[in-house]
């Protein structure tokens, strides 16, 4: 029996203020770039739950937050997010190795959990409460699990009864779980998928779910099978750990303060890939795949690989693999973290 969580943690940065803050507990906290008095540029990463009653929402732009909520309490990213998370990752990771678990990191804040282990999804319940308040006793911030047969459901499960929520979704329970959810509610949905679908009729899951497939296909394309596998609760997608960290080699480097001119950024990036190639010479291994790593001001951090035609030790072709891939990331978003990465070693 397939049982998969997802784990979600509430409003992450800003309960780390709240909680770094005690003065500040029951007070609208805005995590994001400076307001500057409404006239700041750059977006809002996270809001509590009180901003939120103020309309105040991820990814909005920091002006109109404040003009929604001036005497909120706006809050600069920084680093301690990113190491409150290593230590919640951590601590699932070692809860998970105890019963032959496996967990997926899939940013600072969220995680799947394979719990197909426990055998049963009563089993898996009380699993997850006991993660739940190992979390709250260790860090004091609360999480919300959804519980499920896969991720798609465990996802949007996890969403449910939040904060500190705990959803349990049995197969049998699948398809009346999601026929009255808004079809935003899938993957890959956003603004004009929904509008396109919208002009169809389609505006809940029960409604895509009276759709064939092939007419799916017919008007989205390959995403129309998608749409069609998603409606019924299917999603086969494994729940994948991370690769060992002895199978490749890296380094990164956490800035000072956020920086937006792509020279001194490509310079850190130069230095990172020359001591990289100083731990290869020195274990004496060649690599075939080069990954460079970015964390923006707001803790978002994206990864970009590049697979070489041969095994290599070639500093030249590392600097310029570096080079190229990290470009890609560079413009006007500041960044906070940056970090090079040779895999597939021999």
């Not at 959810?181 to 919208?198: F, I, M, Q, S, W």
Request: aromatic residues 8%; proline residues 5%.
């Amino acid at each position: 029996m397939r049982i998969v969580a997802h784990v979600d943690m509430d409003a992450f940065f800003a309960a780390i203020e709240e909680r770094e803050h005690p003065e500040w507990h029951g007070k609208p906290i805005v995590v994001g770039a400076d307001p500057e008095g409404g006239r700041g540029r750059g977006v809002v990463s996270t809001a509590n739950y009180k901003a939120r009653e103020f309309g105040i929402r991820s990814a909005m732009p920091i002006s109109l937050a404040w003009r929604k909520c001036p005497y909120a309490m706006f809050v600069r990213p920084r680093q301690l997010y990113g190491e409150v998370s290593d230590k919640i990752m951590a601590l699932l990771t070692r809860e998970l190795k105890e019963i032959g678990g496996a967990v997926e990191a899939v940013s600072v804040d969220e995680a799947y959990l394979d719990l197909s282990s426990c055998g049963s999804f009563e089993v898996a319940e009380q699993f997850a409460r006991r993660l739940k308040q190992a979390i709250f006793w260790q860090e004091r911030l609360t999480a919300s699990v959804g519980i499920g047969p896969n991720k798609l459901v465990a996802k949007i499960a996890s969403d449910f009864h939040k904060p500190d929520g705990l959803t349990v979704v049995q197969p049998k329970m699948v398809e009346a779980f999601l026929a009255p959810l808004h079809v935003r509610a899938l993957r890959g949905v956003g603004p004009k998928t929904e509008e396109h679908l919208k002009r169809l009729g389609i505006q809940t899951v029960r409604d895509l779910k009276e759709h064939t497939e092939t007419e799916l296909v017919e008007t989205f394309g390959v995403f129309g099978r998608a749409l069609f596998r998603q409606a019924r609760g299917i999603d086969e997608r494994a729940v994948s750990e991370a690769p060992e960290e002895a199978k490749s080699i890296g380094r990164q480097t956490t800035f000072a303060q956020d920086i937006v001119k792509p020279g001194p950024i490509l310079a850190a990036a130069m230095k990172l890939a020359e001591k990289v190639h100083r731990d290869i010479m020195a274990e004496r291994v060649n690599f075939r795949t080069v990954t460079v790593t970015c964390r923006y001001a707001d803790f978002e951090t994206h990864t970009k690989s590049r697979t070489l035609p041969t095994a290599t030790q070639s500093f030249p072709t590392l600097k310029a693999a570096t080079m190229k891939l990290l470009w890609q990331f560079l413009g006007k978003r500041p960044v906070r973290l940056i970090g090079v990465r040779v895999g597939k070693l021999d």
